[in-house]
């Protein structure tokens, strides 16, 4: 069975950091596309950023330079330290794994940057 577990969110004020994990089980990780997306109440999912298998990165341009992914394949851990929060970041931060037509999803974790 597939998992992917999110951890790492939580209440921040505007200009600080927090760093997501999201362990993955059940696949073979460095397979895998790893990805970060978030969705705001009321808003689509959209994709925050995105690591290949051979480490190559992209990031949405509402976060480039300020949020930075990695990923440690001999933990199958994905990660997304994000600096410089601000409210406009506040959402749910879901983990995607996909090969091929297979794509997995976490459960979520949320964000919120608020003073």
């Known amino acids: 069975q597939v998992q992917l577990a999110e951890s790492g969110g939580g209440l921040v004020q505007p200009g600080g950091s927090l760093k997501l994990s999201c362990a993955a089980s059940g696949i073979i990780f460095s397979f895998h596309i790893m990805d970060w997306y978030r969705q705001a109440p009321g808003k689509q999912r959209e994709l925050v950023a995105g690591?290949?298998?051979?480490?190559?990165?992209n990031y949405a341009d509402s976060v480039k330079g300020r949020f930075t992914i990695s990923r440690d394949n001999a933990k199958s851990t994905v990660y997304l330290q994000m600096n410089s929060l601000k409210p406009e970041d506040t959402a749910v931060y879901y983990c995607?794994?996909?090969?091929?037509?297979?794509?997995?999803w976490g459960q979520g974790t949320q964000v919120t940057v608020s003073s």
């Open positions: 690591i290949s298998v051979d480490g190559s990165i």
């Open positions: 995607n794994a996909h090969l091929g037509r297979a794509v997995y």
